[in-house]
């Protein structure tokens, strides 16, 4: 049964500290997809990527967030500088193509930042 | 671009009624509608998924409704169990990504 994995699966910062988030979405798999989790916001969707080019980030903060695929198993999520307000439990996500199919969550990183 | 209103926000049933949550979306063009539960501190799961070329679709105690005419959906679930205590998200989409709903909160009471 072939699952979205993120690690790490909890992470405690500072506020000013660099955090990095990784996902290995399924095999054969060519879409991914950041999410962030708030009891206020519900589920954001940050930015996705299909055959590992960005196609869209613009529901990221674009000054101290950005997200690579620097290969087609592994997907990267920064943070830099941290904040509080950063605190939420932040999903990737993958599926076969952008719409019109499922997407598959991982676990997710819950992430506290002091 | 998409928008998906999802109601109720919360919602107590007893165990062994019904339970019902309902969306509408705004984007003529989507076609594709999953529902996810997301039990606390896990991942959301899909639970059931409907295309616009059906109407009605049912998996044992689960069932999606679309009228695409008005534009919503709905999750039915019989029998409710307390197992089916989570959150509930409804989901839209056509060629961009899934547009979810706020989601709802079920609980359901011994």
């Known amino acids: 049964d072939a699952r979205v994995t993120q690690t790490p699966r909890d992470k405690v910062t500072e506020m000013g500290q660099e955090v990095t988030m990784r996902c290995q979405p399924i095999l054969g798999h060519n879409t991914v997809f950041w999410y962030r989790q708030t009891m206020m916001q519900g589920l954001e969707l940050l930015a996705y990527f299909r055959n590992r080019a960005p196609l869209d980030d613009s529901g990221m903060p674009k000054d101290r967030f950005s997200a690579e695929m620097p290969d087609a198993t592994l997907a990267t999520l920064k943070i830099q500088p941290s904040e509080p307000r950063d605190s939420a439990v932040y999903f990737c996500?993958?599926?076969?193509?952008?719409?019109?199919?499922?997407?598959?969550f991982g676990p997710g990183t819950r992430l506290l930042v002091l | 671009g998409e928008n998906v209103e999802q109601h109720p926000s919360t919602l107590s049933v007893q165990e062994g009624d019904s339970a019902v949550i309902k969306c509408t979306y705004s984007d003529s063009a989507s076609n594709y509608f999953p529902w996810y539960k997301q039990e606390l501190g896990k991942r959301p799961q899909l639970i059931i998924d409907?295309?616009?070329?059906?109407g009605e679709k049912k998996d044992q105690r689960i069932a999606v409704t679309l009228n695409k005419t008005a534009k919503h959906f709905s999750l039915h679930i019989t029998e409710t169990q307390p197992e089916d205590s989570a959150v509930y998200f409804c989901a839209a989409s056509g060629n961009t990504p899934l547009v979810f709903g706020k989601g709802t909160r079920l609980s359901v009471i011994a």
């Open positions: 996500a993958s599926g076969r193509t952008v719409g019109e199919e499922t997407q598959y």
């Open positions: 409907i295309r616009s070329n059906v």
